[in-house]
Antibody
């Protein structure tokens, strides 16, 4: 069965970085893109960007350029998101989610989600 | 970015009742509309995509409709497991954007 298993909760200090992972199983990893989505109580669900798991190509929401860096390790079927220069506003639950493609064009609906990673930024 | 406005913000329904949740896009999205259900402490689950296509494994009491800028999710014969927060999401223009959610409770 399809699973996206994310890494554990993170407690980070302002100004630092965290790197969270999303390990896929149960399907051909490179046949689907991986997107990342931020959830907070105040802002709701916000789309961060996606990575083409085959080529490593990325597309970021303008709002998260410079904040998030998406990478992939095809050998382990794992996608990563690094968040840098953390501030308290980055405290949130971060999800990875799978989306299908047609002719290498992503379809922007998400059929499987990871369990989420809570990132807390506090001094 | 396309703004997605959901209504109502919350509602309560009795078991067996039919409920509807509305989603209004700030511009036409050509049926590129998905609905998700989220339960406390869990990740969102896809219910409907392309406005009216039922995701595999989702009960047929869930249905979606709409066109242009206006879309709706209907839940027929409300069941206890249908409690949760429901989100709409447009996938027409990048970046995808989500509605603010509708909290559905059992009356």
């Amino acid at each position: 069965q399809v699973q996206l298993q994310q890494s554990g909760a993170e407690l980070a200090k302002p100004g630092s970085s965290v790197k969270i992972s999303c390990k896929a199983s149960g399907y051909t990893f490179t046949s689907y893109y991986i997107s990342w989505i931020k959830q907070t109580t105040g802002q709701g669900l916000e789309y961060i960007g996606y990575i083409n798991t085959g080529s490593g190509g990325t597309n970021y929401n303008e709002k998260f350029k410079g904040k998030a860096t998406l990478t992939v390790d095809k050998s382990s079927s794992t996608a990563f998101m690094q968040l840098s220069s953390l501030t308290p506003d980055d405290s949130a639950v971060y999800y990875c989610a799978r989306s299908d493609t047609i002719a290498a064009i992503p379809l922007y609906y998400f059929d499987y989600w990871g369990q989420g990673v809570m990132v807390t930024v506090s001094s | 970015d396309i703004q997605m406005t959901q209504s109502p913000h919350s509602l309560s329904a009795s078991l067996g009742e039919t409920v509807s949740i509305e989603c209004l896009a700030s511009e036409g999205i050509s049926n590129y509309l998905a609905w998700y259900q989220q339960k406390p402490g869990k990740s969102p689950q896809l219910l409907i995509y392309y406005a009216s296509s039922l995701q595999d494994g989702v009960p047929s009491r869930f249905s979606g409709s709409g066109s242009g800028t206006q879309y709706s999710l209907k839940i027929s014969n409300m069941q206890p497991e249908d409690e949760g927060v429901y989100y709409c999401q447009q996938g027409y223009k990048y970046p995808p954007t989500f509605g603010s959610g509708t909290k559905l409770e059992i009356k």
